[in-house]
């Protein structure tokens, strides 16, 4: 079972979600404990008024070592049961998009569990590109519920309120009989959007290169000659932008390039066609917020040939997510001596 959570022009709206019989009103005791690991009230007020309100998103926002008992307490008295209160903190992870939001997270984790065993216990909850929910048991005799919840998320403001609402919605969910919970799936609208309205493919930039060599960014080294023994393997690099994506904008989104080779004469006339030489095809990263390396994409290949003479190498990429009525194959033609 999976439900999604769509980003509509700037806007977080369920999509396929759970039916109202599923859910129950939540009540939070959230805590800030300062800095990075504070609440930004106006983006949980957000959350709260897209998961239908104060009626069904309850919270008291105070610190203290009573104050998730006092939490108990105003449950009771606006009709929600004690284990329905969920204490909850949060981390703001500085970051340009999700991708270094991933690595920083990992590494914060990881840090936290070193200095502090208890952490050993964390579980992931959810994981989407831009959050990760955790658990872990209680340890805090003042706290009366099985375990502790932090919201790691990243420190952007639009990423706080599409998150925000996927805990609630998170919580709010009726247990199943084993008492889990189905976690959220986020699912980019714009990046559908863009897909659809996006330019053909294109080739950036494509180089000979140097298989057994890279610099110290780990990249390829350029080939400087173009003239290869019988046999020697011809090894390209190739960078592409406005690659299309099977299931666009979700978690389960993945490329496919198709590379086709022609071996023509100086003239252009094709001497040979393969067709089908390799199929690129592997899961795509979300990257929040959007931007165009969503849809980037780089590949690398080799062939050799046998016979000496000159020739222009076409190396031809099609884009297998997106139908030839949107975008024409690429090429990457190399002029090769061999002898």
Request: proline fraction near 5%; charge should be negative.
């Amino acid at each position: 079972m999976r439900f999604f959570l769509v980003l509509l022009s700037f806007v977080s709206v369920m999509a396929g979600a759970a039916k109202a019989s599923d859910t129950q009103p939540v009540f939070f005791h959230l805590e800030s404990m300062g800095g990075d690991f504070n609440f930004e009230k106006n983006s949980w007020m957000a959350a709260i008024e897209a998961s239908g309100g104060a009626e069904k998103v309850m919270f008291l926002h105070k610190n203290g070592p009573q104050a998730y008992q006092q939490a108990v307490e105003e449950a009771k008295s606006r009709g929600v049961a004690a284990p329905e209160v969920f204490p909850l903190t949060t981390a703001n992870i500085a970051g340009k998009n999700s991708i270094e939001f991933q690595s920083k997270s990992a590494k914060l984790l990881k840090a936290v569990r070193e200095q502090d065993p208890r952490r050993l216990g964390w579980k992931i909850l959810m994981d989407v590109p831009m959050c990760t929910l955790f658990s872990r048991p209680n340890d805090n005799a003042l706290v009366k519920t099985d375990a502790l919840y932090m919201l790691s998320v990243l420190d952007n403001h639009q990423a706080r309120r599409i998150c925000y609402q996927m805990a609630i919605s998170y919580f709010a969910q009726v247990p199943q009989e084993d008492g889990t919970r189905v976690a959220p799936v986020f699912v980019d609208s714009q990046a559908v959007v863009w897909q659809a309205t996006m330019k053909p493919l294109e080739l950036h930039s494509a180089y000979l290169a140097l298989k057994e060599s890279r610099n110290e960014k780990g990249h390829y080294e350029k080939r400087n000659s173009n003239v290869y023994a019988p046999g020697e393997e011809i090894f390209i690099k190739a960078y592409f932008s406005n690659v299309g994506r099977k299931l666009v904008g979700s978690d389960m989104m993945s490329y496919a390039i198709q590379m086709d080779l022609e071996i023509r004469d100086m003239e252009g006339q094709v001497l040979s066609r393969q067709e089908n030489v390799h199929t690129y095809e592997n899961p795509s990263k979300q990257i929040f917020p959007l931007d165009e390396t969503q849809f980037w994409n780089h590949v690398t290949a080799g062939i050799s040939l046998t016979d000496p003479g000159e020739y222009k190498v076409a190396f031809i990429f099609s884009d297998l997510n997106r139908p030839t009525t949107e975008t024409a194959p690429a090429e990457a033609v190399f002029d090769i001596v061999i002898k």
